[in-house]
């Protein structure tokens, strides 16, 4: 009898222990904001996707190490990540946000490319609240692909870009208030890449602006790795500026192309795109003195720190583009800190209409060179520097902010 009791007593005792022991309920367990990223990872330009794939996992890091995201109730959420390479294929990139959009991932960050993130917005609802419209109802905040007025596709589509167009504007002007004795442009594009083909306009109409003469394009592909026929004219030509409208792999083969034959015009100008690291790693001493105006340069203390912090612990570079991702990440912060999304399984897409439209609102934050301010059409007003290849690295040549 007494062993009765005994056992009776026990059992009890086990029993009394059980809540103590038991897993937390779901309801109580730390909640996520889950943010997907993409970005070109493989081909030519996997640079990109690269660099921007590293300023993303450090700002998140940061972000968590901080405490993470409080949402409307006052709970702490940590942010969850995942990153999809759409190979700077427009196929591709819409099969990677169709599978994002039909899980439970609050908003995406990217595309690299603008010949992707076109068709991309393409297949978002295009005005919100249209019964009529069927596209997805998820928001995207693009970091790279710049290719001016893409975001007018879409109220669900984002763009912390610069405006090129503004740019070189400025410094084909700029370019000939200090050289007035230069009188001629020669362009070159890879004409298969929309933000090359798309900048050869922007280029050709600033410098005709400026009062220069343009005397023609030579046109090339992405991936070809001759252009001794392009050059050969541009030599004939003997233009006083150069202007090539190409990403890194195929402007350092047309540097490559004009020291061989002996083509040394008074200035160059680049792409956006090409004032990279990329460039200096794989023809610094060719592209010395190239000129491009950039959205990105550490010359402020903020801009050092994670230009720095990005390189010696995530193995990547911080560039015009890549910048744009740790602004994003912050910029979404905020939105979704003010914004009311609760981040549980039954208010998905509430919490993406929640940050749609906190995206909206946002008019003015805080970049990495000062102030972005957002026009009405969800693109970005960034400020920018002039710069210039030097001794295998980039040089600030024109502050004008």
Not at 80 to 102: F, H, Q
Not at 107 to 125: D, K, R, W
Not at 161 to 167: A, C, G, L, S, Y
Request: charged share 25%.
């Amino acid at each position: 009898m007494r062993r009765m009791v005994t056992a009776a007593l026990a059992l009890l005792f086990v029993v009394g222990l059980l809540p103590a022991l038991a897993p937390a309920p779901a309801a109580a367990q730390e909640r996520v904001v889950k943010i997907a990223g993409t970005g070109a990872m493989s081909g030519v330009i996997r640079g990109f996707g690269v660099n921007s794939k590293a300023v993303f996992d450090m700002v998140v890091d940061e972000v968590n190490a901080a405490g993470g995201i409080k949402l409307a109730d006052g709970t702490r959420a940590k942010i969850a990540t995942t990153w999809l390479d759409e190979r700077c294929n427009a196929e591709e990139g819409i099969s990677v946000v169709r599978k994002l959009a039909s899980e439970d991932w609050l908003v995406l960050i990217g595309p690299t490319c603008s010949n992707v993130a076109e068709p991309l917005f393409g297949i978002l609802q295009r005005k919100v609240g249209d019964a009529g419209d069927s596209g997805l109802q998820f928001p995207i905040f693009t970091d790279t692909a710049i290719k001016p007025g893409l975001a007018k596709i879409s109220e669900w589509a984002f763009r912390n870009v610069p405006h090129e167009p503004t740019m070189y504007t400025h410094l084909f002007k700029w370019l000939k208030e200090k050289h007035p004795d230069l009188k001629t442009v020669y362009g070159g594009v890879e004409k298969d890449f929309a933000h090359s083909n798309s900048n050869r306009g922007t280029m050709d109409a600033a410098a005709k602006a400026a009062g220069f003469e343009v005397m023609g394009w030579e046109e090339w592909l992405l991936a070809d790795t001759e252009f001794s026929t392009q050059i050969g004219k541009m030599r004939r030509a003997k233009p006083d500026i150069v202007a090539i409208s190409a990403h890194p792999f195929t402007t350092c083969g047309v540097l490559r192309e004009m020291k061989r034959q002996g083509v040394k015009p008074k200035l160059m100008v680049g792409l956006t795109s090409t004032a990279t690291l990329e460039t200096m790693a794989g023809c610094g001493p060719e592209a010395e003195g190239l000129i491009i105006p950039s959205g990105f340069a550490p010359v402020t203390p903020e801009a050092k720190r994670v230009a720095d912090i990005v390189a010696k612990k995530y193995k990547g570079n911080v560039d015009l583009h890549s910048a744009a991702v740790f602004e994003n990440v912050l910029v979404l912060k905020r939105v979704i800190e003010t914004s009311g999304v609760e981040a549980k399984p039954g208010t998905l897409q509430k919490d993406r209409q929640r940050v749609r439209e906190g995206l909206a609102k946002v008019k003015e934050f805080d970049g990495l060179l000062g102030k972005v301010k957002r026009t009405e059409d969800r693109e970005s007003v960034k400020p920018y520097v002039f710069a210039v290849a030097k001794n295998s690295d980039w040089a600030v040549l024109f502050d004008p902010r």
